[in-house]
């Protein structure tokens, strides 16, 4: 299953440009939940990115999915 690499927590700020790249090894494809309003991802590229449009805190379940189905999440 694949390993996050990528930092544990990040920090975006209310109406200014965000992204933020997921990192696992061997993943081909990633989720994350929920989101903050104005936030997206792509789902390939495992890149979160927008820009914030609420304030408040987020806790995000992140998962990443390989070639073999294998999951894993961060």
């Known amino acids: ?7 544990a927590t990040s920090v975006a700020y209310l109406g200014v ?3 933020f790249q ?12 929920p989101l903050p309003a104005g936030l997206s991802l792509n789902s390939a590229t495992g890149v979160i990115s927008g820009t ?3 304030l408040g805190l987020t806790n995000v379940a992140i998962t990443a999915t390989n ?3 294998l999951t894993g999440s961060g």
């Not at 299953?1 to 930092?7: G, I, W």
């Not at 997921?22 to 939940?33: I, P, Y």
């Open 67 to 69: 070639a073999f189905a």
């Open 1 to 7: 299953a694949p390993v996050f690499t990528s930092a």
């Open 52 to 54: 914030p449009t609420a």
């Open 22 to 33: 997921l990192v696992a090894d061997g993943a081909t494809s990633f989720t994350a939940a």
């Open 17 to 19: 440009p965000y992204s």
